[in-house]
């Protein structure tokens, strides 16, 4: 069974500031993928990124960058400088053998003007 | 953006009438999925399809059925709905590829059972 963590429910943070989402995989699969989403107070959900689970090569994306560590199974997510237009939920997923998404319960992030 | 259409986009029905959702996708991909969101939950998986008449049950299948009779056109079935199912249901599509697996989702559902 597959399982995805994100312990923080809510983040608030003031504009400008640096912020770092948290995610917690658990999997049987070797191959792997691992996701993260952003649904804005609008509601779609956006694609930000996938990794495989060979690659542990972090990625960085204008202010987005993450960090995939295998050996803590983690794959973290950092807003640098960030902006009110980053608040959203943010969801982290993972996906197996099975082409079916995991998510986590997703973490509320509040930027405050 | 991904073609992806959901409908309806809201709906309010009562307990034990029977309601149907439709996902319409124009990318020709081959896997499509439902998704129901609840606070606290994420997502997750109500039923998938990998292909016309191909389809299985995901993580909280109980009391939906599907259907998938042309490509394009994905049907998620509350037989008799009931107030637990009340939530914002997604639909998604991926490629066959798995290297391209990324699914992309529709704008969702909004479904109150009073």
């Known amino acids: 069974a597959q399982k995805v963590t994100q312990a923080q429910t809510e983040i608030s943070v003031v504009e400008k500031e640096d912020v770092t989402l948290d995610c917690v995989y658990e999997t049987r699969d070797t191959t792997y993928y691992l996701f993260w989403y952003k649904q804005p107070p609008s509601g779609e959900l956006v694609f930000l990124i996938r990794r495989n689970s060979f690659d542990e090569q972090n990625e960085i994306s204008g202010r987005y960058s993450w960090n995939f560590q295998k050996s803590t199974s983690s794959f973290n997510f950092t807003i640098t400088a960030s902006q009110v237009v980053d608040s959203a939920v943010y969801f982290c997923?993972?996906?197996?053998?099975?082409?079916?998404?995991?998510f986590g319960s997703g973490t509320q992030l509040t930027v405050l003007p | 953006d991904a073609g992806i259409t959901q409908s309806p986009r809201h709906k309010v029905t009562e307990t034990g009438t029977p309601v149907t959702l439709r996902c319409h996708q124009t990318?020709?991909?081959?896997?499509m999925y439902w998704y129901r969101q609840d606070p606290g939950h994420g997502l997750r998986l109500i039923h998938y399809?990998?292909?016309?008449?191909?389809?299985d049950k995901g993580e909280v299948s109980d009391g939906y059925s599907v259907s998938r009779s042309k490509t394009e056109d994905f049907l998620l079935t509350l037989e008799s709905a009931t107030s637990s199912q009340t939530s914002v249901y997604f639909c998604?599509?991926?490629?066959?590829?798995?290297?391209?697996?990324?699914?992309?989702f529709g704008a969702g559902t909004r479904l109150s059972v009073l």
């Open positions: 997923a993972l996906s197996g053998s099975a082409r079916q998404l995991t």
């Open positions: 998604a599509i991926s490629e066959t590829d798995l290297a391209k697996n990324i699914q992309y």
């Open positions: 990318e020709n991909h081959r896997y």
């Open positions: 399809s990998y292909g016309v008449k191909d389809t």
